[in-house]
């Protein structure tokens, strides 16, 4: 016999996305054996988060244990109650990124993890996260060696916009944009010798 095949990944690097329409998430998932842990990924505003996970219908075998994570990786709240196979949460986030775990457990009397496993549900409202529309800024004294630039705001696909360069001289340049991430991004320049500083404007739209 097989097991079922994993829904969820069980790592912060491979965390799904927590499906949500507006502040409300309305999801399901199956811990499939002990080793199976369902990591899922959230941005959440400022305020009272709060999370119900019921195990599926009535007479469940999966007793939950469910974590919250901030993007730190550092535990924020955890819930297993001793007489409720179910978990729940009320609690106040910070705006940023957060990691929610769902796993199964045992009572330490009457079973153990071996045999917690099934489906459950996940019911949440969490406030939206706020705004960033995005950040500007003036890179000065560039050369024809890559410079690392740090955006100071976390963004999910970023969108880098360059304006016109400073010029010294007629000669043409060549400006390159690499390797932008979610929180930064690296650019250089070519030049000639009479091109010695250089200097040009940035924007970071939130795509």
């Given at each position: 016999?097989?097991f079922?095949?994993?829904?969820?990944?069980?790592?912060?690097?491979?965390a799904?996305n927590?499906p949500?329409?507006?502040?409300?998430v309305?999801?399901?998932?199956?811990?499939?054996?002990?080793?199976?842990?369902?990591?899922?990924?959230?941005?959440?505003?400022?305020?009272?988060?709060t999370?119900?996970?019921?195990?599926?219908?009535?007479?469940?075998?999966?007793?939950?244990?469910?974590t919250?994570?901030?993007?730190?990786?550092?535990?924020?709240?955890t819930?297993?109650?001793?007489?409720?196979?179910n978990?729940?949460?009320?609690?106040?986030?910070?705006?940023?990124?957060y990691?929610?775990?769902v796993?199964?457990?045992?009572?330490?009397?009457?079973y153990?993890?071996?045999?917690?496993v099934?489906?459950?549900?996940?019911?949440?409202?969490?406030?939206?996260?706020?705004?960033?529309?995005?950040?500007?800024?003036t890179?000065?004294?560039?050369?024809?060696?890559?410079?690392?630039?740090?955006?100071?705001t976390?963004f999910r696909?970023?969108?880098?916009?360059?304006?016109?360069?400073?010029?010294?001289?007629?000669?043409?340049?060549?400006?390159?944009?690499?390797n932008?991430t979610?929180?930064?991004?690296?650019k250089?320049?070519?030049?000639?010798?009479s091109?010695l500083v250089?200097?040009?404007?940035?924007?970071?739209?939130k795509k």
């Amino acid at each position: 016999m097989k097991f079922k095949a994993d829904d969820f990944g069980n790592t912060f690097a491979t965390a799904s996305n927590l499906p949500r329409t507006g502040r409300t998430v309305s999801t399901y998932g199956f811990i499939s054996r002990s080793t199976d842990v369902d990591m899922f990924k959230f941005d959440a505003g400022a305020g009272l988060s709060t999370f119900n996970l019921r195990a599926f219908r009535g007479n469940p075998n999966l007793d939950i244990v469910a974590t919250i994570y901030n993007s730190a990786g550092t535990v924020v709240a955890t819930s297993n109650p001793l007489t409720d196979v179910n978990a729940s949460f009320s609690v106040n986030l910070t705006d940023g990124t957060y990691y929610l775990a769902v796993d199964g457990t045992g009572n330490g009397t009457d079973y153990t993890d071996y045999g917690s496993v099934g489906f459950y549900t996940i019911d949440a409202d969490i406030p939206r996260p706020s705004l960033t529309l995005g950040e500007s800024g003036t890179i000065v004294g560039l050369t024809s060696t890559w410079k690392k630039v740090t955006l100071q705001t976390n963004f999910r696909n970023p969108v880098v916009v360059m304006g016109t360069p400073s010029r010294q001289g007629g000669e043409p340049i060549t400006v390159r944009v690499r390797n932008v991430t979610a929180n930064r991004d690296r650019k250089s320049t070519r030049l000639n010798s009479s091109h010695l500083v250089i200097s040009y404007a940035v924007f970071c739209l939130k795509k």
